[in-house]
């Protein structure tokens, strides 16, 4: 058994002496005195943690918070063209995926035809050509692979345009054919100076107006069907000897009008 330490003994009963007067003064400031005390301990607490340097972190954090969310002027001015210009390519992403419902089904011209067709249109080498409702690109990639021009084909159908631009790219034609997929009728084509077509009589009635707008000598190109009112100024019928059955016409701009 050890004996306890003197040293140890002196400062604990000191400690108790101390406790006891504290608790004996405690007593003495009463009620009111306690309270007041225990306010003045809480406020010394609190403006201790007031000043805390993990407080003055949050202080930083939170005014760099306000300032995303309140902006100064220029910083408004300048969300506001960054929304701008993101609300247009919305728009404009929005048009080239549109997927509006097509106004004739896809059936794609034979190939012979194809050639036949881009023969009547008497190509020259800085021509221009479009295909209007383009389908799988094969008039598009043709005209840029056999003559060396621009062409650029328009369809509404998404799977239509993924086809197309996957045929340019097999046949390494990118530099001269673009693939858009937009609405035929609501496309500017009057830089064009040959346009095909495989669509229907009431759909090249409708685009009439705008085709007999084209320069002077443009060609316009029909598989299968006439527009109504215009005199075709040259008419193709597939005989025995080709290799697909049907009509192409062909119309320079400006065309004669037809009384039937
Ligand atoms: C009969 S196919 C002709 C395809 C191609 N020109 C050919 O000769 O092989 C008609 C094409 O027009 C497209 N089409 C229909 N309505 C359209 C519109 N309003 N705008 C753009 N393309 C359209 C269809 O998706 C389809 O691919």
Known sequence: MSLPDPKRQIQSGSQLNERIMLMKWFRKIGGFGRTALMLAVMAILASCTANSPEREDEKMESSSRSSVEQPNEASKAESK????SKDKQAAEGDQEESANDPDVVFVPTPQPAVEKMLEMANIESDDLLYDLGCGDGRIVVTAAKKYGIEAVGIDIDPVRVK??????KEN??????????????????????????YLLPGLNKKLKPKLAQLEPGSRIVSYD??????KPDE?????????????????VVPWEKETK
């Not at 086809?163 to 340019?168: G, L, N, S, T």
């Not at 990118?174 to 997929?181: G, N, P, S």
């Not at 008419?235 to 119309?251: L, M």
Request: no cysteine; aromatic share 12%; net charge negative.
């Open 81 to 84: 063209s960054d929304q701008e």
């Open 163 to 168: 086809e197309a631009r996957q045929r340019v």
């Open 172 to 197: 390494d034609v990118e530099d001269l054919v673009t693939i858009k997929q937009r609405d035929l009728f609501e496309v500017d084509f009057s830089d064009a100076d040959v346009v095909t077509l």
């Open 225 to 230: 069907f006439e527009m109504a009112g215009a």
């Open 235 to 251: 008419v193709y019928k597939s005989s025995s000897g080709d290799e697909w059955t049907g009509t192409i016409y062909k119309w």
